[in-house]
């Protein structure tokens, strides 16, 4: 018999209460499905959904099949998401990759667009998890009225409320926070490594290039018109007088 979703509190007070802010760079942008007008639309609300639940999807991750009937009205932007999730990818690169903990936390960071309420939370999707799998817990996220209210059939899942009061900067997004591997499999597989993500590479001035002195290279065209040093009859070293050939200078001169 499948457990019962757990009860847990939140946190603090101000989980209960609606932000009440002024308009920043950093407020989330949600992306809706009805308010798409073309297809260039369209094509911006499924690759937010592929961002939102894979963060990148190449092109063999991604479900033609779904997005076109994402785009014909014949699936929701609830069950595209739904769809993404209990997806082979999603199940092979994550799921499988993970601890229920892990998993638990970030299905509740990407679909409800928060936080976990503490351990308590994350204890108690992880029993869900673990008695009705990970449809169940998708299933139960997705049909809660928590979601409902949030982001209800098309909207795509956002991450909401990043904005934090009396900080210049707000939380930090969840795909830094909650990386794809655990610490486990990121040491199997040799994580992290260096990532440049500076920008392009700087290229050295025009100035520098110049060279100025002191290369061999500027030198070789002087030494290959020399003539050549060796002989034309070959004379063997054994015949070779070195003594006869050092200077003497004798004490009476």
């Known amino acids: 018999m499948a457990l019962p979703l757990l009860k847990y509190a939140p946190t603090t007070q101000n989980s209960r209460v609606k932000a009440l802010r002024v308009g920043s760079d950093e407020d989330p942008k949600a992306v809706s499905m009805d ?143 909650s990386p794809r591997y655990d610490a486990y499999y990121r040491g199997i597989l040799g994580f992290p490594q260096m990532v440049y993500t500076g920008g392009p590479a700087r290229s050295y001035p025009e100035r520098s290039r110049q060279r100025r002195g002191g290369f061999p290279e500027d030198y070789l065209s002087i030494v290959r018109s020399l003539p050549s040093m060796r002989a034309s009859g070959s004379t063997a070293s054994a015949d070779i007088d070195y003594m006869a050939k050092i200077p003497y200078r004798s004490i009476g001169r």
């Not at 994402?70 to 929701?76: M, S």
């Not at 092979?92 to 903990?101: D, E, G, P």
């Open 35 to 177: 308010k798409a007008m073309d297809r260039e639309d369209q094509n911006f609300v499924i690759e937010a959904a592929y961002r939102q639940i894979f963060f990148h999807a190449f092109k063999v991750d991604r479900d033609r099949t779904l997005e076109s009937q994402l785009r014909d009205g014949q699936l929701t932007v609830r069950d595209f998401i739904r769809s993404l999730c209990l997806s082979d990818t999603f199940t092979r690169s994550f799921y499988n990759l993970n601890s229920n903990y892990k998993v638990a936390r970030h299905l509740v960071e990407k679909l409800l667009g928060r936080k976990t309420f503490g351990k308590a939370e994350e204890i108690a999707w992880s029993a869900v998890l673990m008695t009705r799998g990970l449809q169940g817990m998708v299933d139960d996220i997705l049909d809660s009225q928590e979601y409902l209210d949030a982001f209800g059939y098309d909207t795509v899942p956002f991450h909401r409320n990043r904005v934090v009061g009396s900080r210049d900067l707000g939380e930090t997004p969840f795909n830094l926070t």
